[in-house]
């Protein structure tokens, strides 16, 4: 539900970094913990981009898997869902990757003939 | 033939009329320069060569630019969260987010707290929903500062709501703010709203799975109120599965286990709500 606001952040974040130039490519990184789905971005970005710089662009997301490290002895540990338990026996993880909602790049046209 | 510069795909010869030899020169190794002007007015000259450059559409797409962003999507907020949260620390006010799933008794907890608490700790109220005034009406009925956010079809409230809010709502230095969260146990998880901390509750007509079936928020937060535990004799609630499923999903979790209606359990938590402000 939460994507529809998300992805008009993003077009709004990239329009205002396009300073009106038509935008090819944007690339997003979305951690697989963040609660964001990127089917939904995606589905998204097609209603949000319309009329704006970003109208047919091509959307590519990266996702980041969740990854933490343990609090007692250290270890790293991937992680599918936002909470694990390391072989030590503990659940204290800090989570250190995985919950990315970032814009990485743009790809903006600059025709020059 | 190239379109830039009209000259021919095939490779030239150069024939050496002393030795009547021909010599195969590769014609497109000549480069084009050309000049292109930034936004800012500087003029950049540079050059393709032809090795890749086969028509014009080619060489529009290699003059796109890449721009690194590396953005926070959430910033905007974020930003709007950490000023609200300054706010509150200026006031010496203890700011709480509420989140739960519709008809968990927030707005039943959170009347009762106020009224006990009256004479020793004022506390002021930002009410999200998306439709309606009710609860901004119950809450207004204790007699405590309250106003009510309709979000419309959003689903829960941001920054930007809350700071909006304040100011309408003016709460008293040393107090408690309370922000009632719109009924939904995943996307308030995602928006920080400069709380000082987030609160949970979970009614147990629920089910003890919750904080795994909804981690993200279970994670997110600080506190956990078991709300209606007055009701534990009809249900079958099973209070220590559902202790242990919020420490599996966030070990440092605190948990307050209460009645809004019987008052049971709310002693603990009002000890946590007045060390909070003097601290």
């Known amino acids: ?113 | 033939m190239c379109v830039t510069c009209g000259c021919s795909d095939d490779n030239g010869k150069i024939t050496y009329p002393q030795k009547s030899e021909a010599v195969a020169v590769e014609s497109h190794r000549h480069e084009h320069y050309h000049t292109h002007t930034l936004p800012d007015g500087t003029a950049i000259a540079h050059s393709h060569n032809h090795e890749k450059v086969d028509d014009a559409s080619l060489h529009a797409k290699i003059h796109n630019t890449t721009i690194s962003l590396e953005q926070e999507i959430l910033a905007k907020n974020d930003l709007i969260a950490a000023q609200n949260r300054g706010w509150f620390k200026g006031r010496n006010i203890l700011a709480l987010n509420l989140m739960s799933s519709p008809g968990s008794g927030k707005t039943t907890l959170l009347t009762r707290t106020i009224n006990d608490l009256k004479n020793k700790l004022p506390i002021s109220v930002i009410e999200g929903d998306q439709e309606t005034i009710n609860d901004a009406k119950k809450i207004e009925a204790t007699g405590c500062k309250v106003v009510q956010i309709n979000t419309g079809t959003g689903c829960h409230l941001d920054a930007l709501m809350v700071e909006k809010g304040l100011q309408k709502l003016n709460p008293n230095l040393d107090s408690v703010v309370a922000i009632e969260n719109v009924g939904n146990l995943v996307c308030p998880a995602l928006f920080d709203l400069g709380e000082q901390a987030k609160v949970v509750i979970l009614s147990i007509t629920e089910g003890e799975d919750k904080p795994i079936k909804y981690p993200h928020i279970f994670r997110a937060s600080n506190i956990m109120i078991i709300t209606k535990i007055d009701l534990l004799p009809y249900l079958q609630f099973d209070v220590e599965k559902c202790i242990e499923y919020a420490r599996k999903v966030n070990s440092d979790i605190q948990i307050f286990i209460v009645s809004a209606i019987t008052g049971e359990g709310l002693d603990d938590w009002y000890r946590w709500l007045e060390m909070q402000v003097k601290n």
């Open chain 1, 1 to 113: 539900m939460h994507e529809l606001g998300i992805t008009q952040n993003i077009v709004s974040i990239v329009v205002e970094h396009a300073n009106g130039k038509k935008v090819q490519r944007v690339v997003l990184e979305i951690g697989k913990l963040s609660a964001i789905m990127p089917d939904a971005i995606e589905f998204c970005f097609d209603i949000c981009s319309q009329g704006t710089v970003l109208e047919k662009a091509k959307l590519e997301i990266i996702e980041i898997p969740g990854l933490a490290v343990c609090r007692q002895c250290g270890t790293e540990i991937p992680l599918e869902k936002p909470f694990g338990k390391c072989n030590c026996g503990s659940l204290q993880l800090d989570l250190i990757a995985g919950e990315e909602l970032k814009i990485k790049e743009i790809e903006v046209e600059e025709l020059c003939v």
